[in-house]
């Protein structure tokens, strides 16, 4: 006969830990991915053109929220709604990356509050033009130390 600490056994070995997780990144107009994996061995897929990989991010993972919004119609000779409308339903992910692959991207800002802003733009500029002078520039940093450029250029 099965007892209950059997039982609990079983249930306890299907308990699984993410150990590693991605959130990938497209346009908009990308279409969804179908899968992540493919064969018996569960073999990843190569990205459609337009995905990346968010690179790092924090600990906490992914968080999922729904948020609906609802109008309440009223109609001649009642004195209560007699319908109520869904006016906004949205679904939404959030993940902090640590800005691990954005950085050098135009148009990407990491504003903090109170600091001066820009356009997302000097930096991509000067990374294009050190690929373009045949170098590289490498970005490194890390939480409350800052971020180092170096700036490689191939000696003429």
């Given at each position: ?59 906490d993972g992914m968080g ?65 033009l050190a690929r373009r ?24």
């Amino acid at each position: 006969m099965t007892s209950y600490v059997d039982w609990e056994e079983r249930t306890s070995s299907l308990i699984r830990k993410s150990l590693r997780g991605s959130a990938f990144i497209a346009p908009y107009a990308t279409a969804n991915l179908a899968a992540l994996t493919t064969g018996s061995n569960a073999s990843l897929v190569t990205l459609p053109t337009g995905y990346q990989d968010l690179g790092w991010v924090t600990k906490d993972g992914m968080g999922f929220g729904r948020e609906t919004e609802n109008s309440e119609v009223t109609s001649f000779g009642s004195s209560t709604p007699t319908r109520t409308d869904q006016t906004s339903d949205v679904l939404q992910m959030t993940v902090t990356a640590q800005e691990t692959k954005l950085a050098g991207k135009p148009f990407q800002r990491f504003d903090r509050p109170g600091t001066v802003t820009g356009a997302g733009l000097g930096l991509a500029i000067a990374m294009e033009l050190a690929r373009r002078m045949g170098g590289a520039m490498v970005l490194n940093g890390g939480q409350g130390r800052g971020a180092i450029m170096e700036l490689r250029l191939p000696r003429l």
